[in-house]
Structures are given as C-alpha cells and as structure tokens.
C-alpha cells in the first residue's frame, strides 16, 4: 500500500480567511480524498501560524493578548476548513507544547551540527512578510513585494545557508521533480545560483514566539520555526515515530508562490543541515485576484468564503476552484464567471446527464439498472472512454494537475451527453417493439454504467454531490477499486432530484 502526505501552509493569523486560504485547502483535500479512495494511507496536514511580529501586532491592533487573540482567529480558520468540507488529519497550532518541542529539537540539531553562530543582523525586514530584504533589493523604500520595512540592527543568530548553494542545486539537479511547476524550479534555481547569504534566524526585540534553546533573550525567527511544523505534525523530535517514517518520505507539500522561497531554499537547507532528507515534491500554485485586482485587507475586496459556500454551495466552489485555472497557474475570480462556470459545467453538463438518465430509468426501466442486450461499437468506444479514466486521472493526480483531473472527467460527461441525444432512448420507448425495448435497456445500462465512473472519480472534488448521485444509482462501494467489477444490472435506484440546481449572480 502507498503513503501520501500531503500538507498546506499554516495560515497566518493576522487577518481573517478569504478565498485564496481556501484554493490551497481545497486542492489539498482533493489530492488527499483522492489518495484515500485509491487505497492509500493518507496523512493531510494543515494549521495556523501563530507566532511573529506580524500575528502580535493584529493582537495589538485588536486589543487582544496575543494568546486571545490566536485562539479566537485559529478557531476562525479551522471553521473555514470543515465549511469548505477538508478533511486534514493534523491541524496543528503553533503554540501547541508539542510544537515548541519539536521547533527547539530542530534548532539543537542544527546548533550540534556546527551550523548555527552568534553575530548581529544589520538590515530591512518587512514585518508584513516576515521577511529579510538585501539592500539591492529595496524598490523606492520598500520590499520587492511592496511590503513597507524597517531597519534592524540587533544582536541575531545566524544559519550558515551559504554553505548550502552546492548543495541545494546538486539536490535538485538529482531530483528534477522536487520542485513544480518547471517554471518555478528555474526561478528557484536561478536565485540559487544568484548567490546565498546567511540568514539571521532570531530575534530579540518582541517575544511572542519560540525561544531560542539556551538563550530566552530570542526567539526564533517565525520561519525556521514555522516550516518546523511538517515535521511536528508526524512525531519529531521522535525520529522513531512511525508517522515520520511512513509518510515523511512521501511528503507533497502545496503552497501558493508567495512563499516559495521559503519552501525551496531555506526548508531543504535546514533539512539537510539537520541530516533529514528534504520533502519528496514542493508545488507552489498560481494566484487569485478579484476582479483583475489583488485582494487585500485595505481594498476591502477580499472573497469571503464563508458568504460564497452559503449562497452557492461547498461543492459549487470546490468545482470552481479546481476547475477554473490550471493548478500552477495565476486566476482572477468574479461573481459572474463563477455563477457562468456552475451553471455550465454542473447544472447542464454532469446535472443534466444524471438527473435526466436517472429520472427515464426511474420512470420507464421499473427503476431498476436495466439489463444490458448485445453491445454496439458505439458503446464499447464510450466504455472504453471511462475505462481508461482510471490511468489518465492517476497520471494528473501524480502531477497535481487538478484543472487536468477535473477536465478528463468533464470529455467523459460531455461524450455521454452527446451519446444519449444520439441514441435517442426516449423514442426507444416510444416505439415499444422488443428490439428497441432490448436496446434502450442496453443505452440506459451503458449511461448508468458512465454515470457510475463520472460520479466515482468526482468524489474527490465534490464530496456530497457525487454522493448524492450515487446514492441515487444505489452503489455503496464507490472506490476506484470497486469499479474494475461491472455495473450491476437489476440493482434499486432511488428516487432521483436535481442535485445541481441552476444558479443566480446573488
Ligand atoms: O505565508 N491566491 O501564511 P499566509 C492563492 N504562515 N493563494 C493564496 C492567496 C491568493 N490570493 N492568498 C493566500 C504564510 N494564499 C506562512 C506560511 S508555512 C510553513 C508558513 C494561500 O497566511 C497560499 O497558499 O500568508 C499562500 O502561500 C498562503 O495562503 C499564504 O498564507
């Protein structure tokens, strides 16, 4: 049996959760639902960032003591993740004591192995992206991202990363799918080369955060301590732990560009100085705007999507997300494009098709899964078409290529469509001789049977809704496995509703 670990950043709790937090949660939860259905063991990895000078200033602004306030704000987002119907195995919280433990024991491996020095740092940092700028890359006073920063002059602990430069691209160049998509590895590898300085790795001028073992006068940069937490969540500081064993080495770790480097320089380098292998695959995904703008606090443009699943349904945006841009690529979101995007691909394709297969099962087949006659070419080449799912949706899920997954579904959906209209069951019935009786048994058989597979392989992106369907067609067994057995003739439908409504720009 296989192992994934698939994880998510822990979210920042500065602000509240808005659409992008969910696209990254969501394409987590399909790739992990995926992966459990195709029988591997599965451990989804999520959890809010709590630490840094970031978080305690929204506590400031708040009026709240930074402990009140992260455990009002963490509660928000995970409220976000059961609305949006994700199901991680871990959400951890980066104040949790297990955390602490685990960031500490990283560090001491660290400071062991010769890796870590005392100095001063001299410098900008953009407290917005709790980040360190080189002076070459401040743009009219502020961050490459436009980040206001400050200067820091203070006494600091620093990791050798320039150490790391050779052995960071030897890494990749021996494992080229470590970072995706390929755009971003060459970016990365570019930056590599670009030359890397130490990084300052503590701080000493606000205290909400990890303390630096041995010295309470710092605290861990929110970082180092941050990217720590993929390995909490499996067990560390216990290198026994058989979680940490079984899916560390199968880790697929998905975030958005912003935080790239992050991931692709600073984790690997502080793995390898640790004597830990770095994760298996890092994916950095594309980016939402709103209307062609960038969301943001300020703007007050922020997608909420906790309004979004309430007026159009958690399966509506799962769809929409996953379908919308290819996983990798930047999105804009409007209203208007995703209320024409439901209506078009659920309410009339997959909608169409099932409600209305099912409902002339229910009504002129005794509502029972007819029994199939001989079979046409016509029907073995649509057959064959959701045969083949099985390996092609396999290949877009070994490559996060969740706009591709959902597509591949969706030729299926639109060949049965075009199918039913050329086969014309309803004028089978009509005409009511035993061979177009015989015929339309074997249609319906050969519609259901495609249903089946369309709805199965849409579990991962829509949960309820492909429940629904299947629950109408009466299948309890409904993994991928189940499906290599044929379509059961003579089994009860029950009674079918629309399960994708049409839509209105609310
Ligand atoms: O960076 N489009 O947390 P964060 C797409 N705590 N994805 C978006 C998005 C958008 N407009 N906005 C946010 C942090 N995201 C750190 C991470 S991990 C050890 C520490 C998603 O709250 C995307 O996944 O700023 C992005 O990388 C993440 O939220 C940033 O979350």
Redesign the pocket.
């Known amino acids: 049996m296989t192992n994934r670990c698939i994880t998510?950043?822990?979210?920042?709790l500065n602000g509240d959760p808005?659409?992008?937090?969910v696209?990254?949660t969501v394409a987590a939860d399909v790739l992990a639902r995926y992966w459990r259905l195709a029988g591997a063991r599965v451990k989804f990895l999520t959890g809010t960032?709590e630490h840094g000078q970031k978080v305690a200033q929204a506590a400031e602004e708040a009026g709240e003591t930074p402990q009140v306030y992260t455990d009002r704000m963490s509660a928000l987002f995970r409220e976000m993740t059961d609305v949006v119907n994700a199901t991680p195995d871990v959400f951890l919280r980066t104040t949790e004591e297990r955390h602490h433990k685990s960031a500490q024991a990283l560090w001491g491996k660290l400071v062991k192995a010769g890796h870590i020095y005392e100095s001063t740092y001299k410098g900008w940092y953009a407290v917005r992206d709790e980040a360190y700028y080189e002076e070459s890359e401040i743009v009219d006073g502020k961050a490459p991202t436009g980040a206001p920063v400050e200067w820091r002059e203070e006494p600091s602990y620093f990791f050798r990363l320039s150490a790391w430069e050779r052995p960071l691209l030897d890494y990749y160049e021996a494992n080229p799918k470590a970072i995706a998509p390929l755009g971003r590895r060459n970016e990365i590898l570019g930056f590599i080369k670009g030359g890397l300085r130490d990084l300052s790795i503590s701080r000493t001028n606000f205290d909400w955060g990890v303390a630096v073992p041995g010295d309470p006068t710092h605290v861990m940069y929110v970082?180092i301590e941050?990217?720590s937490?993929?390995l909490t969540c499996l067990g560390f500081p216990d290198e026994d732990s058989p979680d940490l064993k079984d899916f560390w080495p199968e880790s697929i770790q998905?975030?958005?560009k912003?935080?790239i480097r992050?991931h692709a320089v600073y984790w690997p380098a502080f793995l390898m100085a640790a004597d830990i292998n770095p994760p298996k695959r890092i994916f950095s995904?594309?980016?939402?705007?709103h209307n062609g703008e960038k969301?943001s606090k300020s703007l007050g443009n922020v997608v909420n999507p906790f309004r979004l699943v309430d007026t159009y349904g958690v399966d509506s945006v799962r769809y929409f997300l996953m379908r919308e841009i290819p996983f990798g690529g930047d999105g804009d979101y409007s209203e208007e494009g995703f209320v024409q995007r439901i209506n078009s691909d659920l309410a009339n394709d997959l909608g169409n098709l099932s409600q209305r297969v099912l409902t002339f099962i229910y009504k002129n087949a005794g509502a029972v899964i007819p029994t199939p006659d001989f079979l046409q070419s016509e029907d073995h080449e649509i057959l064959a078409k959701a045969a083949h799912l099985h390996d092609k949706l396999r290949d877009d899920m070994e490559a996060q290529a969740l706009q591709a997954y959902v597509q591949h579904i969706w030729e299926v959906i639109s060949e049965a469509n075009r199918y039913v209209d050329a086969q014309k069951p309803w004028s089978l019935n009509k005409s009511g001789t035993p061979e177009d009786k015989a015929r339309m048994g074997t249609v319906l058989y050969v519609l259901a049977e495609v249903i089946r597979h369309a709805a199965i392989y849409v579990q991962p992106v829509m949960p309820d809704s492909a429940g629904k369907i299947l629950d109408q067609l009466g299948q309890t067994d409904r993994t991928f496995e189940s499906l290599k057995t044929p379509l059961k003739p003579g089994t009860k439908l029950s009674e079918p509703v629309p399960v994708f409504p049409r839509v209105e720009k609310m």
Do not use: N, Q, V
């Not at 998510?8 to 920042?12: D, E, G, Q, R, S």
């Not at 995904?285 to 705007?289: D, E, I, L, Q, S």
């Open positions: 998510t950043p822990i979210y920042y808005h659409l992008g937090h696209y990254t960032d970082w941050a990217l937490y993929y998905l975030m958005g912003d935080i992050f995904h594309g980016w939402w705007t969301m």
